[in-house]
């Protein structure tokens, strides 16, 4: 981003988590609170962007694998005579999606209480930023209407 900018900054989805990144604003005179904030947002992203693009290899992996064993079991190459790629019914891909998920169970309900955890620390974090702003705005207001 530019250099005047004054905004958080969102780009295009990652290739291996499919979020999208987030440049965020460093006022020039940021508070220690204000930092916090910005820091505990941008490890929430870092440890998202992490979870995900692991979770989205292992998937991708395991779902070729999938592919591969359900192919061959059936006498099937993973490309037809036309050099298509092979696939299966719906179904078959439901097995699949229903035992991954399975297998994963654990793995997202740890970090959707993780998730929860730092989301409700930034929303307080981003209640007492607002505050203190709030409350510097009413101090100006006062002096303004004093003089």
């Known amino acids: 981003p530019p250099a005047h900018s004054r905004s958080d900054w969102i780009g295009p989805p990652d290739k291996h988590s499919n979020l999208r990144p987030v440049i965020f604003h460093a006022p020039a005179e940021e508070s220690a609170l204000e930092r916090r904030l910005r820091e505990a947002r941008q490890e929430a992203q870092a440890r998202d962007q992490r979870f995900w693009a692991g979770h989205n290899r292992a998937f991708a992996q395991e779902k070729e694998e999938f592919v591969y064993s359900r192919l061959k079991a059936k006498g099937l190459e993973m490309r037809d005579e036309t050099g298509q790629k092979a696939t299966l019914n719906a179904e078959e891909m439901a097995d699949f999606y229903k035992d991954f998920l399975r297998k ?21 974090l981003m209640g007492q930023v607002a505050l203190v702003r709030a409350l510097r705005w009413l101090r100006w207001k006062n002096k303004d209407v004093g003089n």
């Open 104 to 124: 994963n169970f654990r793995k997202h309900m740890q970090y959707n209480r993780d998730w929860y955890k730092r989301n409700f620390t930034i929303t307080f």
